[in-house]
Each structure stands twice: as C-alpha cells, then as structure tokens.
C-alpha cells in the first residue's frame, strides 16, 4: 500500500487541507476510490478547481459504477464536467446505465457545453425578486433566499452557483439598500406568556412528546409515519444500494421483476415456526408491513419451516394470530417447504457449475471461525452430483454428507452449508424429503421466487449479505437488495425459546402466554394493545442501532393508549369494611359514574352507594403522618362521585390486633368546614374478584450476563412476583368479556384473563399508574 505520507501529499495537490487529507484517510475505501482516480491522472496538470471535482466524484461514486471512474475522470478533467452539479448528474446517468454508457446521452444527461449567460441569470433573478418584493421589504435582510436559489436551479440548472448567489445578493441589495441599524440588531425573542395567560392549546396535528427515564418519546408517532421516510431504494432501482453486485443479466432480470410486480414494494416476515414470537418479532413484524403498507406494497408471511424436528403446529397458529393480532393481513401466506423442488433443482446446477461439493467433514470440524478447509472442496463435480442424490435418497447416514457452497462470508465462515441429512418427517411434505436446505441457502432463494424488493432483516444477518447476493448471481435469478435494522432487546426479561422452557419447568413461570413474560402471547393476555405496540416500535424506528430498551418505555406507550381508551371502574383490591353508622337514605342509591371523566359523551354507569362500603386498605392509617393524606383517626378522606366525607368513630380489630373494620360518619361534602386532603375510591354491595398482580421478574437488566449474573439467569429471578387478591368490584363489570381493558381507579389499568369462568372473573394487572401514592 501507498505510504500515508505520500497519499497525504497527493492529496493536498487535489485542493484538500492537510487536516482534511489526514481526516479522509481514515476512510479506507474513500482513500482506495480516490487512489484510482489519481492513478488515473498521474500524469495531468490538474487546472483550477479540478482537483476537488474529483474529490467530489470520489465520495459520490457507489461502488456498482466504479468501473466508470476513467470515462468520468476524463470529462472532469477535460472540462466537460466542470461543476458538482454535473458530476453528481454523471454519477446518476451511470447509476443507471451501469452495463453500457452511450456518451450522446451521457453529454445530453450533464448539460455539457451548455452555457448559462450573466443575462439569464439577472432576467431570472429579477422575476423571482419582484414575485417576493413584498415579502422583502417586510423582512428586509431576514428574509430567507434559500427557497430563491432553488427556484433558479430549477429553471435554470447548469447555472454556476456562486454567480447565481452573488446576483440574488445584489438585487435585493438594490432593493433595499445599505443595512440599517435595525437590521443588525439581533432578532428578538418571541415574548413569554404571562403565568396568568391561559395556555394555548395544542394543535391537532402536533405530536404528543413525553419524557421516560430522561428520554424523549413520542406516543403518536406511528409505524406509517416512519416508513414513509425511510430512505430505501426505489423498485427496481436495487443496483443503486451500496453493495448490490451488478452481473451483465441486472438489467434484464430487474426489468421481468419490475413486469411480474408491476413496480409494487414487496416484502415478507419470514419467521421460523419453532416458538413463540416476542416482542423481538414484533419490531420486525412493523417494519415489513408496516413498510408495504407505507409504499401501496404487499408482505408475505412467509414460515421458514426448514427445521422439521423443531416445528411444531402450536407454532404455525401461533405466529399467524400474533400478525393478526398486531392488525395485520398477509398478502400470501408461504412456507419456505413451498419451493422445495426449486431449491433442489438450484443446488443440482450450483454443482455443476462447481459452486458446490458434498462434504463429510463433521458439525464440530466446522465450527469456528478458523475451521480447517474442507480435503472435499475440489472433488470432481460428477462424484458431487451422485453423492448430493444419494443425499436425497436415503443412502447416507445423517451427519455423514452436506452440501457446501464454495463462498467465504463476511465475518470469515467459510463454505457455509446448504443441505444436510435429517431423516424425520417434515410436517408438510411428509417422508418426501431426508435432505433440507439451510437458512443460508434457503432465505435469498425464497426471497428471489417470490420477487421479494426488500429482505430486511436484522444486524446479525449483515455478513450473510455477501452469500446472499452471490448465490441469486451464480444461479443467475432476480436478486433483492437486504436491508438490515437493529434488533429490540428488552431489559429484564429472556426471550429465548430454550431459557422460557426453563423458567417453565422450573414452575418460574406457568406457560409461554405467562403475563411476567415478553413473548406476544404474554402481552396480549397481560392485557397490552396491539396498537401501543405498534407505537413503541415506531419509536425505535430503522436504525441499524441495537435497541435495548427498559419496558417502562414499552409501559408509557400502553398507558398512554388506555388512558383513552379503557374505561374507568372502582375496584378495591384489599378491602377493607367501613360501616356508615349515619347513612343519610333509607336504602342503598345509585350513582350515576362517567366511563371517562374528562368524556362525559362517552358514557356512564351506575354504582351502588349504601350503609356498608369497602375501602383499600392502604387507604386508612391509625396513626397518620404529616404526608399522609387519607383516612386516619383525625382526618377525614372523600369518596369519588358520592359527594361524601367520611370520618373515624370506631375501629373494629380482632384477639391480634388487626383492624377488622371501621365505624363511620359521612357528611355531604358541601357541608364540611374543611375540605378533605384526599378522595378515595370505594365500592357497596360488591362482585368479588381475582386480581392478579405482577412485578419484574429478574433483578438485573441482563439476566443472561454472566458477569452480573454468575450463576444464570434462573438464580436471577425475583420472589414473589406475583400476588393474588380476593377483591371487590363495580358490578358492572359481571359481564365483561375476556381481554376486555379497565382502568381501575387510582390502582391502574387491568384485562380480563382467559381463565376466566361464569363463577370466577379474573383480572391481570396489567400496568400501574403514574400517580402519586399519596392521593
């Protein structure tokens, strides 16, 4: 390699600063793009300006036009291309004729030898100054002339840019004379509201922003809103991503993709159907529809069921109503098993083409990133082809052959398998097959059948891109472009099939849909939104970033969603009795309670209010303190939508001590001289139910770090995370159906679980509110 010194030096003969040259050595490949360009005018005096007209090429150029880096230099050099405009245009005509440049065109493309007159630029300037007169001499010289420069690009695009600046200059110079010392002044502050002003409020279309442990999060920021401001390629255009290999058949296959999808984004969520999907799952879930649906495209659900000694059905229906359930439909729902006769015929030409061999090396020679080659890699390809057949037919022992493919990836695994020997039924295609592909050679195949535009997927998968695009190229068929996002990962919790069946058998947790989990299904039962999920992972958005996120963020995306949409009820969880001695109507009253206060057009119910109500029983201390707020032996509490105050007479306590129930007085809350600190929840002539109530189930953040966590994940687990209440309710929650969502007052918001029967309604906690436990 060139010494650095020297490429420092040749550099600053470009125009660049010794500091920048030094900056841009850092970049290996822009220091390598532009290492060809000066060989490519090693022997050229460079005019004015020139120099950093290549430069300019060299950070514009995408690796799919290098091999135009010669015709371009030579028009730069040459002075045909002679601004930035030009060569960015250069660099656009090659990006799309990336087999053959017709140079007619390429000239006509640049705007070569076209010459913008001082004249044309005064003429239109001067329109463009008299359009927005008004506006200038209102704003004098705050005026804002970018959207001007614009406007004459627009009409007139190989116009020099500093000319055009400096005539804009002039004449609003001419129109509004020299600076006065108005117009130096700094800018003032717009006026601050007076504390006694009422606030303004927000508009509709303003995004609600909210702030988690410090972060900023934005709670109607949707999947949609993101993706229609994802910067991917347009179909068709798969050639102008970086990475993409170009072959002499590009052209032709993108234009019979293009023909079969008739230009329509295509996606897929291919999962493999061996577990239950998590909250994971439902980043990639958003990201693929939610894609497709931005674009006017189409997803596939495509199952990736290559491991038949891992699928199981339970997962197949699994998976389809967790997409269901998060408001999704599949354009068409696929499995990998689909194609199995096309991935076979495929790899039958991969050997013959001498792209693949069988090999008998074992799973544990190949492991490693430094595993020893194959001693079959260059076996004759017709012994490769009968051995890949008696593969196929059941002559060989399972683990004695696979099929390899003749690449190394990128993170130096080298001959990635793609066939081997599994003699079990496979679930849809019964004894057919012994020999199934792998995800390696399985994933872009699918993808490329199915004209998949987009494959994306998350970060682990990036250095499996070079054998993605090789193998669509070898067999020479359509190849998408992969795209690759960070995973979600969430604090406190294990996702992993293997470390859930643990927790399970180790009676942790009851089952995959347990509401301590984050798999889908236990969310969905914990009584979690779909649509608050979808919301938390448009947050995140499509950065190649790893997100590990605490679920207090996931929480404040639920709560802010059934602030609005669960309707309110009164449940008290550890009821305590309290016995109105002075109970002012001759029998129980009804009142009348609105599901949401601050929407009364929402609807009400009815509550019962008699001589025997019950409390929480954190709601009464003895002996109170100055920040306790609510019943004790001198201080009278409140009681939500009863208009009553409520004051100790008696405490009833059993032989131990323990308070059994409270003696009262209630007096209307009009009439009392003090107005009480606190009103409470309460409820009369109660429906008794079963409240479940969950916390964290690991102690640390990563309870698979065995650096915190020395002894494993099991050890990390928390005690008593779930608590059982016996509790009375509202009545008019008798007839609520599963998964229905309430908040319940002062206590937060809670979904009725499936194991609800006729005579037992059962509650799932599931998120607390933010609210001061003092009230």
């Known amino acids: 390699m060139v010494q650095s010194e020297d490429v420092v030096h040749r550099l600053v003969n470009l125009g660049l600063s010794e500091q920048k040259a030094k900056e841009t050595l850092k970049n290996a490949a822009l220091t390598q793009t532009l290492l060809t360009i000066l060989h490519e005018v090693r022997e050229v005096i460079l005019s004015e300006g020139t120099g950093m007209l290549l430069y300019h090429l060299a950070t514009k150029i995408k690796p799919q036009v290098s091999h135009h880096i010669p015709l371009i230099v030579k028009y730069i050099v040459t002075k045909k291309l002679d601004t930035t405009v030009r060569v960015e245009k250069a660099i656009e005509y090659a990006m799309a004729h990336i087999s053959n440049i017709n140079l007619d065109e390429l000239e006509k493309f640049c705007g070569v030898g076209i010459v913008v007159t001082p004249e044309e630029i005064e003429n239109v300037v001067e329109r463009l100054i008299k359009e927005n007169k008004n506006e200038l001499l209102e704003k004098r010289y705050r005026f804002n002339s970018g959207p001007l420069m614009q406007k004459v690009r627009g009409k007139l695009p190989w116009a020099d840019g500093k000319a055009v600046k400096n005539e804009i200059d002039v004449q609003i110079f001419d129109l509004l004379g020299p600076k006065t010392e108005e117009d130096l002044a700094p800018a003032q502050k717009a006026e601050k509201k007076s504390k006694n002003a009422p606030a303004a409020k927000p508009k509709q279309e303003e995004k609600a922003a909210k702030s988690v442990n410090g972060e900023q999060i934005n709670t109607s920021l949707t999947i949609l809103d993101v993706m229609k401001k994802t910067n991917f390629h347009a179909p068709g255009e798969n050639y102008k991503t970086d990475g993409y290999v170009v072959t002499e058949n590009t052209d032709k296959l993108l234009k019979q993709h293009l023909k079969e999808t008739g230009g329509k984004v295509q996606t897929r969520f291919p999962p493999e159907p061996n577990g239950i999907l998590h909250i994971g799952h439902a980043k990639a879930i958003n990201i693929n529809f939610g894609y497709a649906a931005a674009n006017g495209g189409v997803c596939y659900l495509r199952y990736d069921d290559t491991n038949p000694e891992k ?16 408001g999704y439909k599949p354009y068409k729902i696929t499995h990998s098993s689909d194609y199995f006769d096309q991935l076979y015929e495929w790899a039958v030409q991969l050997i013959k083409a001498g792209f693949a061999y069988v090999c008998h090396q074992t799973a544990d020679e190949m492991k490693g990133f430094n595993p020893e080659p194959s001693p079959w890699r260059d076996r004759p390809i017709p012994e490769s082809l009968q051995l890949f057949q008696d593969m196929k037919n059941g002559k060989i022992d399972e683990g004695a052959a696979t099929l390899r493919m003749k690449i190394t990836l990128e993170e130096g695994k080298l001959d990635p398998v793609a066939y081997r020997i599994r003699f079990t039924p496979h679930h849809r295609t019964g004894s057919k097959w012994c020999i199934y592909p792998t995800y390696d050679y399985t994933h872009c195949l699918c993808d490329s059948i199915e004209n998949i535009t987009h494959s994306l997927c998350t970060k682990e998968f990036q250095s499996r891109r070079s054998s993605y695009y090789w193998l669509c190229n070898s067999l020479n068929i359509y190849c998408p472009v992969q795209w690759e996002y960070g995973r979600l990962r969430m604090n406190y919790t294990v996702v992993s099939k293997r470390k859930i069946g643990k927790l399970i058998d180790e009676g942790i947790v009851k089952d995959w849909d347990d509401p301590r989990l984050f798999t889908l299904t236990a969310l969905r039962r914990r009584g979690i939104p779909p649509e608050a999920i979808n919301n938390f992972c448009a947050q995140l958005g499509v950065t190649g970033a790893l997100s590990t996120i605490d679920p207090s963020m996931l929480d404040a995306y639920v ?23 002075n ?36 709601d009464f201390l003895e002996d109170g303190n100055k920040n306790y707020r609510r019943l004790t032996k001198t201080q009278a509490v409140g009681l939500r939508h009863a208009g009553y105050v409520l004051e100790i007479k008696e405490i009833k306590k059993d032989p131990a001590n323990h308070v059994t129930a409270l003696v009262c007085s209630c007096i209307e809350v009009d009439k009392v001289s003090t107005k009480p600190k606190a009103f ?41 995370t779930l608590k059982i209440f016996k509790s009375f309710a509202d009545k008019s929650l008798k007839n609520s159906k599963i998964l229905d969502r309430f908040q319940f007052e002062r206590n937060g918001f809670f979904a009725v679980d499936p194991e609800t029967t006729e005579d037992k309604l059962i509650f799932n906690q599931t998120v607390g509110l933010k609210e001061d436990a003092g009230k």
């Open 311 to 326: 699928e199981e059905e339970k997962f197949f229906t699994g998976i389809k109503d967790m997409v269901s359930w998060l």
């Open 559 to 581: 709560r802010d969603y059934l602030n609005n949409t669960a309707p309110r009820r009164m449940v008290v969880l550890d009821p305590l009795e309290i016995i109105i001695e």
């Open 583 to 618: 109970f002012p109507l001759t029998e129980p009253m009804k009142i009348t309670v609105p599901n949401f206060p601050n929407k009364p057009e929402l609807g009400s119910h009815s509550v019962t209010f008699g001589p025997k109500i019950y409390i929480e029983r954190s």
């Open 680 to 720: 409470i929840h309460w409820v009369s002539d109660p429906l008794e139910i079963e409240v479940r109530v969950y916390s964290t189930l690991f102690k640390h953040k990563n309870p698979e770090d065995l650096v915190e966590v020395p002894g494993g994940f099991i050890t990390d687990c928390n005690k008593d």
